[in-house]
């Protein structure tokens, strides 16, 4: 193959992209600085473990319709894990957005991180609302007529019509959440690019985030940062 060739080739383009804007380094640490130890680092995980367990609920409701959820006590069950993860995942997502926002997270150059994580929220909130329609039940239908007049006002009701179930269904079981499986990987790659914002009092000490003090602190246990991998 000439060079020519080669340099057009666009697996070679893609993969030397990647590596030069996220180094393996970066995509599979093995050290992390200190203070990500702190529980305001965990709001994020446990929001994207919420979403996975919205997914794997849902997905088996799909399968089954809403026949099963409403009248197999197994169908209750798993209708209850879904309601549930819901809860937590908004939860989880607001902790999260209030403690970025304290923590000026769009520092650094990750203003993009928090632009998407913002859309993640707004796109969640109509996911939120389909999926409230698509209970197939009299609350779904009170808040489908409650909430038409709002949507018709806009002018959007001839494309988003809260009282067809077809429409709202295929909605939150397909659409939307392949559109936060999308967002959410760009995020994901944004966190991994940037790296998570260092908190305002470290933000001008190397030492907790610099590799040379994670290798000195390997050697030494009582150092700051903490080794993760391999243990």
């Known amino acids: 193959m000439s060079s020519d060739k080669q340099s057009k080739n666009w697996t070679r383009g893609m993969r030397d992209w990647l590596i030069r804007t996220i180094p393996m380094e970066n995509l599979l640490p093995d050290t992390l600085p200190t203070y990500v130890h702190s529980y305001v680092y965990l709001f994020g995980i446990l ?11 849902g997905t088996v409701l ?15 069950f798993f209708n209850s894990m879904h309601f549930w993860s819901v809860q937590a995942f908004f939860f989880f997502m ?13 520092r650094g150059g990750r203003h993009w991180t928090w632009i998407g994580g913002w859309v993640l929220f707004l796109v969640s909130i109509v996911a939120g609302l389909t999926g409230y329609l698509s209970q197939n039940n009299f609350d779904s239908q009170w808040i489908g007529l409650q909430g038409k007049d709002a949507i018709n006002s ?47 009092e470290d933000e001008h000490d190397p030492a907790l985030h610099d590799e040379a003090s994670v290798n000195q602190s390997s050697a030494n246990p009582d150092a700051s940062v903490s080794q993760r991998g391999g243990e």
């Open 47 to 57: 929001t994207l473990a919420s979403f996975l367990w919205l997914i794997i609920t």
């Open 62 to 76: 799909a399968i089954f319709g809403p026949d099963w959820w409403h009248v197999s006590s197994v169908g209750h």
């Open 94 to 106: 607001v902790l999260h957005l209030w403690a970025q926002f304290l923590m000026a997270s769009w």
């Open 154 to 200: 806009t002018g959007l009701g001839g494309f988003f019509n809260l009282l067809n179930f077809g429409q709202m269904y295929s909605l939150h079981i397909f659409v939307i959440p392949m559109v936060l499986v999308v967002l959410l990987m760009g995020h994901l790659f944004l966190v991994r690019k940037h790296g998570v914002v260092e908190p305002f």
